[in-house]
C-alpha cells in the first residue's frame, strides 16, 4: 500500500462530498471528539453545522480552536483521509445573523434528525431540541490518500 | 428517529468489535483529531494502537489527555457511536515493556498498514517506519443508538 499527501485542492474536493465529519474541541487539556453533519462551503473555506446546546459547544464557546476529520473508506488499501484545524463560529439568533440563520437551516432541512449522535437522550415524547447552528473558519487542511501500487 | 444512551456494557461491546477510532489529543488549547488502528482489550478496560513518530505522538507525549470516537453506521437512522475519554500511555522498548510490546505487535500484525493515515507519506521506496505502540486507558464511556421508531 502506497500512501500520498494530497493537494490543496484534492483536500477541499473531499471536504465537498463529506455530509458527516468526526469534530474535535477541547478543554483544559482535555480533548473531545464527536461525529456531526457538516456542508463545506468553498468561497468561504468554512464547514456549516448544527447541534443542540451541550458539552460541545460549551467548549467551543470557551475555546474555539477545533478540529476536522473526514474520510472516504473504500476498502483497507484504498481510503483518503482529511484532516483540517479551525476555528468555531456561532451562528446567533441576532438579525446581523439572520441571513446566515436561514442558509445555514436550509442546508440541513433534508437531513434533519442524522447530526443527533452528538446530542442528549431524544425520545418520541420529547419535543425536537433547538439547534445550535454554527461555522468552522477552516486553516490548515491535509490529506493522504492510500492505494495499491500498480 | 429515536436517540438512546447506551449502557457501559453496551459501550464496551461496541469498542470490542471496533478496529479503528479517531483519536483525539491536544496541545496549548488545539485540538487534533486522525483514525487509527485499535485492539480493546476489555480487561485493562483500554485500547492498544500504535503510530509512527508524528504530530500526535508528539502531543499525546506532552499531554497524555484524549478521546477516542468509534462508530457503527448501518444507515442515517440506524447507527451507534461510542466516545471514551482515556490517558495515554506509550509502551516503551525498555525490558520492562517487552512483553507489553510483544503483544501489542501481534495484535496488530496482520493489519500492518492499516494505520498510516496518521503517518507521513510513505512511498514503495521507502523503508517502513518505526511504530510506536502505546495504550490509551479509558476513563468514561458514553454511547448512542440511533434506531426507527417501531
Known amino acids: 500500500m502506497l500512501i500520498h499527501k494530497l493537494t490543496a485542492d484534492e483536500c477541499r474536493d473531499v471536504l465537498s462530498r463529506a455530509r ?10 482535555q480533548p473531545y471528539v464527536v461525529p456531526v453533519s457538516i456542508y463545506y462551503e468553498p468561497a468561504e473555506n468554512a464547514v456549516y453545522s448544527f447541534s443542540v446546546l451541550g458539552q460541545k459547544i460549551r467548549w467551543m464557546r470557551d475555546n474555539p480552536l477545533v478540529c476536522l476529520e473526514v474520510e472516504e473508506i473504500v476498502s483497507r488499501s484504498a481510503w483518503v483521509s ?12 441576532s438579525t446581523e445573523d439572520a441571513e446566515l440563520r436561514r442558509r ?38 491535509t ?8
Do not use: N
Open 82 to 93: 482529511v484532516v483540517a484545524t479551525g476555528r468555531y463560529k456561532e451562528i446567533s439568533r
Open 20 to 29: 458527516l465529519c468526526r469534530l474535535a474541541c477541547a478543554r483544559s487539556d
Open 104 to 141: 445555514a437551516s436550509a442546508l440541513f432541512e433534508k437531513q434533519s434528525q442524522w447530526w443527533l449522535p452528538a446530542t442528549a437522550e431524544v425520545t418520541s415524547t420529547d419535543r425536537p431540541p433547538v439547534p445550535i447552528f454554527f461555522r468552522v473558519m477552516l486553516g490548515r487542511l
Open 143 to 150: 490529506g493522504r490518500r492510500a492505494s495499491k501500487p500498480e
